[in-house]
């Protein structure tokens, strides 16, 4: 069985005038069935805006299985094999992970491009930044890579800025003026790269494949875009929400049940095609490894067969349906189909480390400091990320004693399993010198790694703790107060943040400020904040906070609250009315 990816249906395995993917593998003896699920531009154009609430998670839980299901009926095999590109490949290990009865009916799969582990592209990682905007700010039909008839004055910008995007890293060897043709397959083939990133190199592309695009490409419901951003953001499958129901340990452990190579093009700029390796070694590894063991151990012994191939000078589809295809990629799929055990990976090349794991994704946040006695106390504040098979199990400090730590319940309507927003005490040592902490996620695979470096000197608040006696600076209490931080737009939030770095002046000596209170609207969570109204109360919220918070959107404030005790409260923007 054959499974397409986003914006697109069947027709890219049997292209007419190449020798495509479906006539390559029933050649080779095998009975291939296509399926056109709720995604496919055949499929979808006949929904109504009611019939296209869902996500990916609706596409693993109902369409895979129960294709699954009637191929097995109609053949009377108790299983079959699998191929899925893109959004057919991640949803086919959704629906596995999910349900131990699917994989169950599967002999072996190959997959290319979204893999359980995802790393989107250079130029996706921009545009999973862009994910609210898109979310938010686009009307849904703009996902459209065929222009509307009669389009508006938007949908002509969207143009303007798809040819420039498509274009603007366009080499000689692979320009689009050397394949003729109509302005409309042009458009087409520019509104998929500016949508998605570049999905294929020209230069292995049929003419009459290019020309085929304005009738094999097709829209893409806007939740499933928003499904793709918390995928490439969170760098693993995910459910609708963000949260990681799919890849944990025991899903695997329990559920997966059949071989799987993941391919991949090493030109593609959708995905990166080191997701493909990195998949592989980490599949491998909780599968064919004891749990008592190193459970990420590339060396570990063989009970289901797990590979990699990575094709040199092809990008995201190509593999799919090149001119070329057939001759460099194609053999691959059949020979590991046929005998897993067989078939080698693409190279030895390991692992990347992932340090930002051990980071959190907002935070560490300073939120008290506070003497007892002869003793000195901080409390800090973090949400941990959530690892990519199993949660992490708590913060750790090194540099001081940790005496407490506090377990904050996600809030509604999305707890999650394991709360992951921390706040942890520590009684701080040789108080006459320098504090200089490290604060980590207590992940077992990255002990290595030193997390976030918290290093305090001449802070006011710190002189104030340090002091034999409070008596002297009882007189004096310096502090800021703040509220009303409205980002703007996504490209604006910079200059919101810039604020924070001309507080951070008057907190870092001892005649600073020694408390930070922002008294409210941290974020603006109601209409005035967005154009288009969002469905999911978790997104809503959750990534406004992450945008205003996190260091990598906002590193003036995660630096500024990092250094200085502060105390948060909320006001009604942040809430809904």
């Given amino acids: 069985m054959l499974l397409h990816g986003?914006?697109?249906?069947?027709?890219?395995?049997?292209l007419q005038d190449i020798y495509n993917l479906a006539a390559y593998f029933h050649d080779e003896g095998f009975d291939v069935w296509l399926l056109d699920y709720r995604l496919s531009n055949l499929v979808l154009p006949n929904l109504s805006a009611e019939q296209r609430n869902w996500s990916m998670d609706e596409i693993a839980q109902f369409d895979i299985p129960q294709a699954i299901a009637r191929v097995c009926a109609l053949t009377e095999h108790e299983k079959i094999s699998v191929f899925g590109h893109c959004v057919g490949a991640?949803?086919?290990?959704m629906a596995a992970l999910r349900d131990a009865d699917v994989g169950a009916r599967i002999e072996a799969a190959v997959t290319n491009a979204i893999h359980p582990w995802v790393i989107a592209s250079p130029a996706n990682q921009f545009r999973a930044k862009l994910g609210n905007f898109y979310r938010e700010w686009v009307p849904g039909d703009i996902l459209d890579p065929n222009p509307a008839v009669g389009a508006g004055g938007l949908q002509n910008i969207v143009d303007r800025l798809a040819f420039s995007m498509a274009r603007m890293n366009e080499g000689t060897d692979d320009d689009h003026l050397e394949y003729g043709g109509s302005e409309l397959e042009h458009s087409v083939c520019d509104r998929m790269s500016f949508l998605y990133g570049r999905m294929w190199s020209h230069k292995n592309l049929d003419p009459t494949t290019h020309a085929a695009f304005p009738r094999m490409l097709g829209p893409a419901p806007a939740s499933v875009y928003q499904h793709l951003y918390y995928h490439s953001s969170l760098r693993r499958i995910t459910d609708a929400n963000g949260e990681n129901t799919y890849l944990t340990d025991g899903n695997i452990r329990n559920h997966w049940q059949f071989p799987i190579l993941f391919v991949h093009g090493n030109d593609s700029c959708v995905f990166n095609p080191h997701s493909a390796r990195r998949s592989a070694y980490r599949l491998h590894g909780i599968l064919n490894t004891p749990p008592a063991t190193d459970r990420l151990d590339p060396e570990a012994v063989e009970r289901i067969p797990v590979r990699f191939k990575i094709y040199p000078d092809y990008g995201h589809m190509d593999v799919v349906f090149g001119k070329d295809a057939h001759k460099t990629c194609f053999q691959d799929y059949v020979d590991f189909l046929r005998a897993p055990g067989a078939v080698s990976n693409s190279d030895n090349e390991p692992d990347r480390d992932e340090t930002y794991a051990a980071l959190p994704v907002t935070g560490p946040i300073l939120r008290a400091a506070w003497k007892q006695g002869d003793k000195r106390y901080i409390r800090l504040w973090a949400e941990l990320r959530t690892n990519v098979t199993y949660q992490p199990d708590k913060l750790v400090v090194a540099g001081g004693q940790e005496i407490a730590e506090f377990e904050l319940e996600a809030p509604e309507p999305e707890p999650a399993a394991v709360p992951r927003f921390r706040m942890i005490d520590v009684e701080l040592k040789h108080t006459n010198a320098p504090i200089h902490l490290t604060l980590r996620g207590g992940i077992e695979d990255h002990d290595g790694y030193r997390?976030?470096?918290?290093?305090?000197?001449?802070?006011?608040?710190?002189?104030?703790?340090?002091?034999?006696?409070g008596d002297q600076h009882q007189a004096r209490m310096c502090f800021v107060v703040g509220s009303c931080r409205y980002p703007g737009s996504i490209v604006d939030n910079a200059l919101s943040d810039k604020v924070y770095a001309a507080i951070q002046e008057h907190t870092m000596t001892a005649e600073g400020a020694q408390m930070l209170f922002l008294i409210g609207d941290q974020i603006y969570a109601d209409a005035t904040d967005q154009l288009i109204a969002v469905q999911s109360p978790k997104a809503k919220y959750t990534d406004r906070y992450r945008r205003a918070f996190a260091a990598e959107s906002s590193p003036h404030f995660a630096r500024l609250v990092a250094q200085i005790p502060t105390h948060f409260a909320l006001d009604d923007h942040e809430k809904r009315r």
Avoid: K, N
Avoid at 6 to 14: E, T, V, Y
């Fill in 6 to 14: 986003l914006a697109q249906g069947s027709q890219i395995f049997w």
């Fill in 90 to 93: 991640c949803t086919l290990a």
């Fill in 451 to 469: 997390g976030a470096e918290l290093m305090y000197s001449e802070q006011a608040w710190w002189q104030r703790l340090r002091a034999v006696s």
